[in-house]
């Protein structure tokens, strides 16, 4: 069965692909927390409450899905250019394959799921995680964005 092996190890890459790229994220920003860079947690804290990485003031949405075109308190740009948050998408991804595999696997377990109920769980949560998670995904994304860029600032500025 080599077609039937080659068909697992695509899947497989395609479901780690995004942990490896979320994981090195997650690393990088490991290593500026522990550089001593004070930067890294107020703008992950901006991220999770949905608001202008920079300054903290503005809000980044104006309805579920809708954004701002820029900060309203310091005029920061969102969206830098088209296709700007095609890297939340990798994010979102991770994210609702790890919750809705990992329930799947966790109610298999305590309670014993047949086939239908998995598939049913597991659809049922790919469908609503990426959307309930849909804004924060965008707002981490634009925080690490912006913690590269302002890095990148910072050095240019120092030489
Ligand atoms: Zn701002």
Redesign the pocket.
């Known amino acids: 069965m080599v077609t039937g092996h080659a068909f697992n190890w695509s899947i497989l890459f395609l479901i780690t692909a995004p942990y490896v790229i979320v994981g090195a994220i997650g690393g990088w920003l490991f290593y500026r927390y522990r550089r001593g860079s004070g930067s890294v947690l107020p703008i992950l804290r901006r991220a999770f409450r949905l ?8 809000a980044l949405y104006s309805g579920w899905f809708a954004m701002y075109p820029r ?6 740009r969102y969206e830098r250019e088209q296709g700007y948050f095609v890297g939340a998408i990798y994010a979102n991804y991770a994210l609702t394959v790890g919750v809705a595999a990992g329930a799947v696997v966790a109610l298999d377990w305590t309670i014993g799921l047949t086939l239908t109920e998995q598939l049913a769980v597991g659809i049922a949560l790919s469908a609503l995680v990426p959307v309930i998670f849909f804004r924060h995904s965008r707002s981490l994304w634009l925080g690490i964005n912006y913690l590269l860029t302002s890095a990148e600032e910072a050095e240019d500025g120092a030489s």
């Not at 608001?51 to 503005?58: E, L, V």
């Not at 900060?71 to 920061?76: D, N, Q």
Request: one cysteine or more; charged letters at 15%.
């Open positions: 608001r202008c990485p920079r300054c903290g003031g503005g900060c309203a308190a310091c005029g920061f």
